[in-house]
């Protein structure tokens, strides 16, 4: 998520792609535009984070099976799922009753307008993308702490970018345009079935942004 104007579904990192070529043959999910600073604030909960990513990986999920997988309790969870319905990231999967009832992530690719914003909204926003990154930093902390419990191969495979160049404006928007069309390729894989044999669950995060001015040093 771009701190200052986010395209991308917390649980599910893609965002639409620009080129209408990238990735064809690819099931594209709805863009939905977020302006409501309740949506906002609501989503902006460390746990409702990490509830969406559960429900991304595993599919639907139980009340209590998803306490399981996030070590807290089933009445903590159905809480949780139920405020993030009420503002339409999750939807119910159908069968079941109360905390058996299977809750899925709702299939769309969530557009935070926040880069206008100001006043409540820009408040909430503010608030959201603070949430994201650190959960972000969290994912990258885990990698540090585990990577030599993975095959040499994927700790080959893992990498981090880091550069500063010089952009416009709409060159900067381009080279966003160009990360979301190459994830696209990839964005049906939150069903299982489309997943070949050996993926792992990858995190992918990207920044781009300009920097402030340097102020000349006061001796």
Do not use: C
Not at 114 to 134: K, Y
């Amino acid at each position: 998520m771009s701190p200052a104007r986010p395209k991308a579904d917390p649980a599910k990192p893609q965002a639409d792609a620009a080129d209408p070529k990238a990735g064809e043959n690819v099931a594209r999910r709805d863009v939905r535009n977020v302006s409501d600073p309740r949506a906002m604030r609501a989503l902006a909960h460390p746990m409702r984070i990490a509830l969406l990513e559960a429900l991304s990986r595993e599919g639907p999920l139980t009340a209590t099976r998803a306490a399981e997988i996030l070590n807290d309790s089933p009445g903590n969870m159905s809480w949780h799922l139920q405020t993030l319905a009420k503002y339409g990231f999750v939807e119910e999967a159908g069968g079941g009753r109360g905390r058996s009832r299977p809750w899925q992530a709702v299939n769309v690719t969530y557009n935070f307008e926040t880069a206008m914003a100001e006043g409540d909204v820009a408040t909430a926003g503010e608030a959201l993308e603070a949430t994201i990154h650190e959960a972000n930093n969290q994912r990258l902390r885990e990698w540090w702490a585990q990577r030599r419990s993975f095959p040499v191969k994927w700790r080959r495979a893992a990498y981090s970018s880091n550069s500063i160049t010089y952009l416009t404006a709409k060159e900067l928007e381009q080279l966003g345009e160009a990360f979301a069309g190459l994830l696209i390729q990839y964005s049906d894989r939150h069903d299982k079935s489309k997943r070949p044999a050996g993926a792992l669950p990858v995190h992918l995060v990207t920044y781009g942004h300009p920097l402030p001015t340097i102020s000349p040093r006061v001796e």
